[in-house]
């Protein structure tokens, strides 16, 4: 299975590639499963383009078991109607009206943030009705209605035409925290809401409250179903979160060098001539830069003041924290500035770097380019 781009890297047209595991995608959603109770479904969070990893995540996921799919926009979940998901799919941005008929015409499941919300879609959705999950704003302050109003508003959104509520749902603005007070008071504002929806008959079938981080930390947020998004993708929401589960790494980005030279030293490299060679050395191209998410992370503990993040910086522009790529498993470093499509690196002592070998690049997934093809790699066998 390979996303529609990625024949592009199979034909030479492209020498910089995202490489997506789809073992280890299946084998994260799994580990996931593993701790929730019978019952309890999972909704695979691929916004953003599936966290970086394109189209073809979606589909793993929806064949190792994923109950729903969730994207916040519209261009999301049509671009994954698009790549052959059938599963279903839930809309976290409320639709504006115009949006509509490629919603309905999509098979969608759409949120809904309020009554106003409500009352403009159920016009729009008489002729063609549409699944919902009612939004909840327990405490993070984005969309949805609030704790007081939110009975009213279920009540109302079961009585509109065209509107099938299968879902209620909120949000946790700080379940990756160590102190879980406000993410616990949050769980109580919806289950004590979910109690009065119950005792008025109002109570949807789908009831969803916990993203990673409460799943691992806040098991009475389970409820109905489970949203996660970044412990699919093998990472943790927080650092002291890590090791909980036994997960696989997913994302590789992947170029390969176009050019190797000699260079004497003394001589500059890159845009500011900032870097200057302290030895002859011998260095490679490769054809990826900040256009494709590669940004120079200029101190690893996220330094809070002014003047940190000044001497952070010096340090990464003198090369005492110049960030690394990989050639055969071993680091070696970026030279000068980072170009909007092409880098400069060290290859001294790398015999084996030649035009065409492959470099691993360090990158944010979700800010990587999504127009580079994303190839999947180790898929289960159709036997």
Wanted: glycine share 8%; proline share 7%; charged share 15%.
């Amino acid at each position: 299975m390979i996303d529609p781009a990625a024949s592009a890297s199979l034909d030479g047209a492209s020498v910089t590639w995202v490489e997506v595991d789809a073992s280890a995608l299946a084998h994260n959603l799994r580990a996931v499963k593993s701790m929730l109770s019978p019952g309890v479904g999972l909704m695979a969070v691929v916004k953003a383009n599936a966290y970086g990893h394109g189209a073809a995540a979606a589909r793993v996921f929806q064949d190792a078991g994923a109950s729903m799919l969730a994207v916040t926009s519209l261009q999301e979940a049509l671009a994954l109607r698009s790549a052959g998901v059938t599963a279903p799919v839930l809309l976290f941005c409320p639709l504006l009206p115009a949006q509509f008929p490629l919603a309905a015409g999509a098979n969608l499941t759409l949120t809904i943030s309020g009554a106003e919300n409500a009352t403009w879609l159920s016009e729009a959705a008489k002729t063609n009705p549409v699944d919902v999950h009612l939004k909840v704003d327990t405490g993070m302050g984005r969309l949805g209605s609030l704790p007081d109003d939110a009975a009213r508003t279920t009540h109302l959104v079961r009585s509109l035409p065209g509107l099938r509520l299968k879902g209620i749902y909120t949000h946790l603005s700080t379940a990756m925290n160590r102190d879980l007070g406000l993410a616990r008071s949050q769980v109580a504002r919806f289950r004590d809401l979910l109690d009065q929806i119950e005792s008025s008959g109002d109570r949807p079938p789908i009831a969803h409250c916990a993203n990673s981080a409460a799943a691992l930390q806040l098991p009475e947020s389970h409820f109905d179903m489970v949203r996660i998004g970044t412990l699919l993708y093998g990472q943790y929401p927080a650092p002291f979160l890590s090791g909980r589960l036994s997960l696989q790494r997913t994302w590789r980005l992947l170029s390969r060098i176009v050019s190797v030279k000699e260079i004497p030293t003394g001589w500059t490299i890159g845009y500011g001539a900032e870097y200057r060679a302290p030895r002859p050395l011998r260095v490679a191209v490769v054809p990826v830069g900040y256009a494709d998410g590669l940004a120079v992370e200029v101190a690893a503990r996220s330094p809070r003041s002014f003047v940190e993040r000044l001497t952070a910086a010096a340090k990464a522009l003198r090369g005492s924290a110049r960030p690394n790529v990989l050639i055969d498993g071993k680091r070696t470093a970026i030279l000068g500035r980072i170009g909007m499509q092409m880098i400069t690196i060290d290859v001294t002592g790398f015999p084996n770097a030649a035009p065409g070998a492959i470099v691993e690049i360090p990158c944010r997934r979700v800010t990587s380019n999504p127009t580079l093809p994303r190839v999947l790699v180790n898929e289960p066998s159709s036997e």
